[in-house]
T-cell receptor
Framework: AQTVTQSQPEMSVQEAETVTLSCTYD???????LFWYKQPPSRQMILVIRQEAYKQQNATENRFSVNFQKAAKSFSLKISDSQLGDTAMYFCAFMKHGEIKAAGNKLTFGGGTRVLVKP | NAGVTQTPKFQVLKTGQSMTLQCAQD?????MSWYRQDPGMGLRLIHYSVGAGITDQGEVPNGYNVSRSTTEDFPLRLLSAAPSQTSVYFC???????????FGPGTRLTVL
């Protein structure tokens, strides 16, 4: 079974500065996907960024980027130029690849990190 | 597209009552799933479906039933509600297992 660990329950950052959220995972799989989801107070789960394990290049989406270290099983999220709208819970999640039908769509989530952006 | 919709948004039940949480998506997604979110914990998978007529158990299936008679709908049934089922419930869908999942807005359920 896979496990995902987010060791930082809460972080705060000043507006326009950078914050990095850590995520580690444990798996015996070689092919898998990693995700960061954002959950604002509205409770909606919003995909922030996705990384395929077979890609060495780190994924980026505008102000969001990841540092994917496969050997270390680490997947951190960097939020640059933080904005007030970034205030939310952030969840790291893992999905193994395998056969499409067999894998289903099981996401394993970490416990979350609450990010507070201060003006 | 409405995306993933869930009803109701809030619900209070008494212990032993049954109810159905509704989930629907209009994106023609094959994959749908139900998660529960408890304070201090990430989302945990309850049941999932890889297509109409096919369902399977997730991490925490006890006390819940699902069915998938159409591609669009994936209701979650609580058979006999217990206080331990107080949680926020999320439905999600995706085109393929490896694609991003789209989440509904959630249902906050309280069991007294």
């Amino acid at each position: 079974a896979q496990t995902v660990t987010q060791s930082q329950p809460e972080m705060s950052v000043q507006e326009a500065e950078t914050v990095t959220l850590s995520c580690t995972y444990d798996t015996s799989e070689n092919n898998y996907y990693l995700f960061w989801y954002k959950q604002p107070p509205s409770r909606q789960m919003i995909l922030v960024i996705r990384q395929e394990a077979y890609k060495q290049q780190n994924a980026t989406e505008n102000r969001f980027s990841v540092n994917f270290q496969k050997a270390a099983k680490s997947f951190s999220l960097k939020i640059s130029d933080s904005q007030l709208g970034d205030t939310a819970m952030y969840f790291c999640a893992f999905m193994k690849h395998g056969e499409i039908k067999a894998a289903g769509n099981k996401l394993t989530f970490g416990g979350g990190t609450r990010v507070l952006v201060k003006p | 597209n409405a995306g993933v919709t869930q009803t109701p948004k809030f619900q209070v039940l008494k212990t032993g009552q049954s109810m159905t949480l509704q989930c629907a998506q209009d994106m023609n997604h094959e994959y749908m799933s139900w998660y529960r979110q408890d304070p201090g914990m990430g989302l945990r998978l309850i049941h999932y479906s890889v297509g109409a007529g096919i369902t399977d158990q997730g991490e925490v299936p006890n006390g819940y039933n699902v069915s998938r008679s159409t591609t669009e709908d994936f209701p979650l049934r609580l058979l006999s509600a217990a206080p331990s089922q107080t949680s926020v419930y999320f439905c999600a869908s995706s085109y393929l297992a490896i694609n991003e999942q789209f989440f509904g807005p959630g249902t906050r359920l309280t069991v007294l």
